[in-house]
């Protein structure tokens, strides 16, 4: 836990090279998760046991529905 405050700085570091060095499109929300998993980390403990993708990926299949 006491090494949380360092990877938040270096994911911070390493979102805005991915900024500056790739194209706009490759900026998406799985490179947007990164900061706020660190969060989640922070606060709940291991990000496997308030994973929210299955709820995603169960949103995207009724998206198609209502298209």
Partial sequence: ???IPRWRREIA????????EMPSSFMNIQVHI???LVDDI????VG???SMF???RFL???KA???
């Fill in 1 to 3: 836990m006491r090494e």
């Fill in 13 to 20: 570091k390493i979102v805005c090279t991915f900024e500056k």
């Fill in 34 to 36: 990164l900061i706020h």
């Fill in 42 to 45: 922070e606060i709940v403990g």
């Fill in 48 to 50: 496997n046991t308030r």
């Fill in 54 to 56: 299955f709820m995603e």
């Fill in 60 to 62: 995207k299949v009724l």
């Fill in 65 to 67: 529905f209502v298209r």
